[in-house]
């Protein structure tokens, strides 16, 4: 079966993606800001005892043990944070099953970062598996709570229920029709942050935003699940009123994804954000009907092995920018003329 990355979900023509995030920490320890080397290890040491009793074929990696490549793959994947992986110390680590939609960072801000991932518009069924493996860790760990405000976490605006809903939407007719500035203002006036690709602190690339909740105190996981999916339901009927609007042009419309396509299925040489940029077009045309060369999961390889690390992946081999841009020029034609 393949993995939810390479999957197409509910409402995959906008809605690319799911994450719930959950934050933790260990009683008796400090945040990680004030965690001396031998607490970071204590910590980790604790949390690899009880691996074997979580279930869903989740095993322990120290992140010192995992080649550069992979835990860049891993960033590309949203399975692990940048900041995560760049970490210069040896106190990371991190809990994986095989299919990689379980990830549990570490020593990253808080002593645990429990994510659950899934493809398309699927937070409630992401919610329960959450809970899940929270209340697993729960029973082996005991987490730093407050009667009076919930899961003490190490930055104030987790606090409460530690929880993270978000989605990463595919907005490129909001961009064409030049109304993608306003629906992202009205986003954030009903506490929603907004936020690129790789989440606090990135750019939105080739039309792709994340979208969280803000507040995480005061207001329970039910509540912040279902304004979370109240907002991305307008997000989805706007970005699909803007693909109406862009349709009455047809001619304009496939001209342009087709240019796109025809970019990437003749290229010798291609960038990474060349790749991202057209791969937004060529999406569009796909999910619109208007492209019959690609299919969903064509697009999703496209998406997923053109970026530098997990190119690497792809071929098996480390290779430098230039090179990289040639080969990816080689993979895009290798993935489109699959049989």
């Known amino acids: 079966m393949l993995n939810w990355y390479l999957q197409n979900g509910k409402e995959a023509d906008v809605?690319?993606?799911?994450?719930?995030?959950?934050?933790?920490?260990?009683?008796g320890f400090p945040f990680i800001t004030k965690c001396k080397k031998e607490d970071l290890k204590k910590i980790e040491e604790k949390v690899k005892e009880i691996t074997p009793n979580l279930g869903y074929g989740i095993k322990f990696l120290k992140l010192k043990d995992i080649d550069e490549i992979t835990k860049m793959s891993l960033v590309e994947k949203h399975i692990i944070s940048p900041n995560f992986a760049l970490r210069e110390d040896d106190e990371g680590a991190i809990l994986i099953n095989d299919d990689e939609n379980i990830s549990i960072m570490i020593n990253e801000e808080d002593h645990l970062r429990i994510q659950i991932l899934g493809s398309g518009l699927d937070i409630d069924n992401l919610m329960n598996l959450a809970i899940e493996v929270d209340e697993k860790l729960q029973k082996n760990l005991d987490f730093a709570y407050s009667e009076k405000y919930g899961f003490l976490t190490a930055c104030p605006t987790n606090v409460g229920t530690g929880l993270r809903a978000s989605v990463m939407v595919h907005l490129p007719a909001l961009t064409k029709t030049g109304n993608i500035q306003k629906i992202l203002e009205i986003i954030s006036n009903f506490g929603m942050n907004i936020r690129g690709i790789y989440g606090e602190g990135t750019k939105a690339y080739g039309n792709m935003y994340q979208i969280s909740n803000k507040q995480a105190l005061g207001i329970s996981e039910k509540e912040i699940i279902k304004n979370l999916k109240a907002i991305v339901d307008k997000i989805i009927e706007q970005e699909r009123l803007a693909r109406k609007i862009l349709s009455k042009d047809s001619i304009q419309?496939?001209?342009?994804?087709?240019?796109?396509?025809?970019?990437?299925?003749?290229?010798?040489?291609?960038?990474?954000?060349?790749?991202?940029?057209?791969?937004?077009?060529?999406?569009?045309?796909?999910?619109?009907?208007?492209?019959?060369?690609?299919?969903?999961?064509?697009?999703?390889?496209?998406?997923?092995?053109?970026?530098?690390?997990?190119?690497?992946?792809?071929?098996?081999?480390?290779?430098?920018?230039?090179?990289?841009?040639?080969?990816?020029?080689?993979?895009?034609?290798q993935i489109i003329n699959e049989k």
């Open 15 to 27: 809605v690319v993606s799911s994450r719930i995030r959950l934050a933790r920490n260990l009683s």
């Open 253 to 333: 419309l496939e001209d342009s994804v087709y240019r796109s396509y025809g970019i990437l299925a003749n290229c010798k040489k291609i960038s990474s954000e060349e790749t991202r940029d057209l791969l937004s077009s060529i999406k569009l045309g796909t999910d619109m009907g208007i492209i019959k060369e690609l299919d969903d999961l064509k697009v999703n390889k496209l998406y997923l092995y053109t970026k530098p690390a997990n190119l690497q992946k792809y071929l098996g081999e480390k290779i430098d920018s230039y090179e990289r841009d040639i080969k990816r020029a080689e993979v895009i034609k």
